[in-house]
């Protein structure tokens, strides 16, 4: 299971991006894409993710209105739109895949490597 995490980059506040989560080395249909952040000195939250299960996408509440999830599944691929962005969402952002290998058998947890968004005052 490979992810890898692109569209991170420097940008003024309230300016927009967005990132992509492609995931591949994987069949099945039930799994979960979530996407978490590190900032400095902090430890890592969890921003959304998107369940494959009923297409389903959850937000936090400190990103809700602001940021949205969304996927193409002709690309294996999970986007996360970020508008209105603030200094403090300065952080290493991070894919994780959450998913079975086969069927009945245990939940695994895959990460990318991190992109970094930084979002200048």
């Known amino acids: 299971v490979q992810l890898v995490e692109s569209g991170g980059g420097l940008v003024q506040a309230g300016g927009s991006l967005r990132l992509s989560c492609a995931a591949s080395?994987?069949?099945?249909?039930?799994?979960?894409i979530a996407w978490f952040r590190q900032a400095p000195g902090k430890e890592r939250e969890g921003v959304g993710c998107?369940?494959?299960?009923?297409?389903?996408?959850y937000l936090e509440a400190s990103v809700r209105g602001r940021f949205t999830i969304s996927t193409d599944n002709a690309k294996n691929t999970v986007y996360e739109q970020m508008n209105s962005l603030k200094p403090e969402a300065t952080a290493v952002y991070y894919c994780?895949?959450?998913?079975?290998?086969?069927?009945?058998?245990?939940?695994?947890?895959?990460w990318g490597q991190g992109t970094q968004v930084t979002v200048s005052s």
């Open positions: 994780n895949a959450h998913l079975r290998l086969s069927v009945g058998g245990p939940m695994y947890n895959y």
């Open positions: 998107f369940s494959s299960i009923d297409s389903s996408t």
């Open positions: 080395g994987f069949t099945s249909d039930n799994y979960a």
